[in-house]
């Protein structure tokens, strides 16, 4: 599981029927430290309720797939949770 800031929405007029209710976001990777990392990637928000600005928890690949328990999407990446705070501490 990795941290992503939403940074813009896609608007697709065709997807896939296993997509059809959800929405698709622009999220930009972040280290522990809010800093980007690679690219932004589009994410389906499994949630509904991420929003521009949010710092989101993101999970890549096969477990993105079968993150809603009802249906399996063809994604890469997908929102399942809204940060609400962190805290470092040094090791």
Do not use: C, F, W
């Not at 608007?11 to 690679?38: F, M, N, W, Y």
């Not at 600005?53 to 890549?60: K, L």
């Not at 993150?67 to 940060?83: Q, S, Y």
Request: glycine share 10%; hydrophobic share 45%; proline share 7%.
């Amino acid at each position: 599981m990795d941290i992503g800031k939403v940074i813009g929405t896609v608007v697709a007029t065709r997807k896939d029927p296993s997509l059809e209710g959800t929405r698709l976001l622009i999220v930009q990777p972040l280290d522990e430290k809010h800093t980007p990392i690679s690219q932004p990637l589009v994410a389906v928000d499994t949630l509904q309720d991420a929003g521009a600005g949010e710092i989101v928890y993101i999970v890549t690949g096969g477990d993105a797939v079968g993150v809603l328990p009802d249906r399996r999407m063809p994604v890469d990446v997908a929102i399942v949770g809204i940060v609400d705070s962190m805290t470092l501490t040094e090791e």
